[in-house]
Nanobody, 128 residues
């Protein structure tokens, strides 16, 4: 069973930095997309940053590009989201998720939308 456990959320001020972590276990999958998703209060979920395993291709949403950075620590089976210059509109529940893309043709589009496995989430609150 795939298990994803987020940590690192909390209350920060606008302009601060925060680092989220997602510990991964049971992910014995040939290829996958793993990344971070968020849902603001009363808003829709959004894929903000994803990484494709086979080639390390990265995706960032326009809302976080240039401010957030996704990274992976394969030894620790953990991915991170470094959040810099946070804004009040970044306030949301942040969840990591995995999409199984094993066996897909190489021409298949890389997306940060489909999720097969979810973590429970960690709350990030940015005050102004």
């Amino acid at each position: 069973e795939v298990q994803l456990v987020e940590s690192g959320g909390g209350l920060v001020q606008a302009g601060d930095s925060l680092r989220l972590s997602c510990a991964v276990s049971g992910l014995d999958i040939e290829d996958y997309v793993i990344g971070w998703f968020r849902r603001p209060p009363g808003g829709e979920p959004e894929g903000i940053s994803c990484l494709r395993r086979r080639d390390g291709k990265l995706y960032y949403s326009d809302s976080v590009k240039g401010r957030f950075t996704i990274s992976s620590d394969n030894t620790a089976n953990t991915i991170h989201l470094q959040m810099d210059s946070v804004r009040p509109e970044d306030t949301a529940y942040y969840r990591c998720g995995v999409e199984d893309i094993s066996g897909r043709p190489s021409k298949s589009p890389f997306t940060c939308r489909g999720v097969d496995y979810w973590g429970q989430g960690t709350l990030v609150t940015v005050s102004s």
